[in-house]
T-cell receptor, first 114, second 112 residues
């Protein structure tokens, strides 16, 4: 069964460092998303991406964040200068059709900022 | 924006009993309501969903009900088994809106 894969599974970084989280969405999907979950809190929407551009972003997704689809398979989330409060589990998701609503999630990348 | 509340936060049930998790949502325009199961160390997996044009949907031991007037929806798991132990998330979305609003999650523990 096709699945969304994410790397790394866990990354530890120093505050102020840049981090890139990588995702390989399901191959025939067109819509890509990043969500995050701070420990003990809700899963929160960060950004959606379609046709090589951001289609929607939340208030969390400030100038420190960026997304990119550098080639035909990868979808990346970059945090330019990490803060302690960026520590969270980051989930990538993809969807074949926004009008059916079904999102497929990866297993997540745990980011720990020290 | 949409706000989804989920309760109870934890639920323990004896194996074989039923489990019910309830969620409320705030935006009456929401028309898609999925439920996700998250096992330890894994990402959320869709287990069942319901659209606003139906009131109930069933898939083997799991079912979801939707009350649009009251703006709440529930997940029902019957004949629970130890492998049902997980965190369950409800969510709400408007088709084409691109963003799911999640509840906080519910830890279900099935006691053998």
């Amino acid at each position: 069964e096709p699945e969304v894969t994410q790397t790394p599974s866990h990354q530890v970084t120093q505050m102020g460092q840049e981090v890139i989280l990588r995702c390989v969405p399901i191959s025939n999907h067109l819509y890509f998303y990043w969500y995050r979950q701070i420990l003990g809190q809700k899963v929160e929407f960060l950004v959606s991406f379609y046709n090589n551009e951001i289609s929607e972003k939340s208030e969390i997704f400030d100038d420190q964040f960026s997304v990119e689809r550098p080639d035909g398979s990868n979808f990346t989330l970059k945090i330019r200068s990490t803060k302690l409060e960026d520590s969270a589990m980051y989930f990538c998701a993809s969807s074949g059709d926004i009008f059916t609503g079904e999102l497929f999630f990866g297993e997540g990348s745990r980011l720990t900022v020290l | 924006g949409e706000n989804v509340e989920q309760h109870p936060s934890t639920l323990s049930v004896q194996e074989g009993d039923s489990a019910v998790i309830k969620c409320t949502y705030s935006d009456s325009a929401s028309n898609y309501f999925p439920w996700y199961k998250q096992e330890l160390g894994k990402g959320p997996q869709l287990i069942i969903d319901i659209r606003s044009n139906v009131g109930e949907k069933k898939d083997q031991r799991i079912a979801v009900t939707l009350n649009k007037t009251a703006k709440h929806f529930s997940l029902h798991i019957t004949e629970t088994q130890p492998e049902d132990s997980a965190v369950y998330f409800c969510a709400a979305m408007i088709y084409g809106n691109n963003r799911l609003a999640f509840g906080k999650g519910n830890q279900v523990v099935v006691i053998p």
